[in-house]
């Protein structure tokens, strides 16, 4: 799925900074635990993967697409299957409508510089704006493809921002979504946009200024490659 020799030619710093985001956010935190038992299956490892690949970037509360299905338009071949790959994953917490018109976009690129990237936007009330992915036409070097470059992209464009080390959401290797990714998406899209977290953290996180805002009147970006 992604380079042999590299996480999709420019990649792994994405993965070290959000470690390094959730490693200073856990040392701010408060020496006390976590909310109560989580509800609706998931347990508090489920809501710290979710806090270290979403939340840490908004103060602990969630980042995803307020409306599902989310509209996708795509100019690339195989787009419709790579998203619906998170679709069964997910068991069907996250689906899809595809047209000529979509909030996440699916381009073709020239660039040899990476075998895709995801240009991200939200709002500080957890809401997602805008997404565009830019695929490689050239994939030598991008292990499992065009197809598989594809879907872990799709990832990104729906809210797993970062890179874990394991499954499709690994930048140096695996093909398939692994359980923990499934789980991710499960419960992302069980909660609302802008839902704070904190609670069911084992270590409550503590910080002085929040990226959070109701009013929706901040905007962040990120490009993931």
């Not at 872990?152 to 695996?174: K, R, V």
Request: with cysteine.
């Amino acid at each position: 799925m992604k380079q042999q020799l590299g996480p999709r030619r420019a990649r792994c710093w994405v993965l070290a900074l959000l470690a390094a985001l959730a490693l200073a956010a856990a040392s701010c935190g408060g020496g006390g635990g976590g909310g109560g038992g989580s509800g609706g299956g998931f347990s508090t490892a489920d809501y710290q993967f979710l806090y270290t690949y979403n939340a840490v970037l908004l103060s602990g509360h969630t980042i995803r697409w307020a409306n599902v299905p989310i509209a996708v338009s795509f100019s690339v071949d195989g787009t419709q299957a790579a998203f619906n790959r998170w679709n069964s994953a997910s068991s069907g917490a996250v689906s899809f409508s595809f047209g000529t018109s979509g909030n996440i976009t699916v381009d073709w690129t020239d660039s040899n510089s990476y075998c895709g990237v995801t240009f991200l936007t939200w709002s500080s009330n957890g809401r997602m704006t805008s997404a565009r992915v830019l695929i490689a036409r050239n994939q030598a070097g991008c292990a499992g493809g065009a197809d598989d470059t594809l879907a872990h992209e799709a990832g990104h464009a729906i809210g797993f921002i970062g890179h874990d080390s394991s499954g499709l959401m690994n930048p140096f290797g695996g093909q398939a979504i692994s359980t923990q990714e499934a789980r991710f998406m499960r419960l992302l899209y069980s909660l609302a946009p802008g839902t704070d977290i904190n609670g069911f953290l084992k270590l409550q996180t503590k910080q002085s200024q929040s990226k959070y805002d109701a009013s929706g009147q901040r905007s962040y970006s990120m490009t993931i490659y």
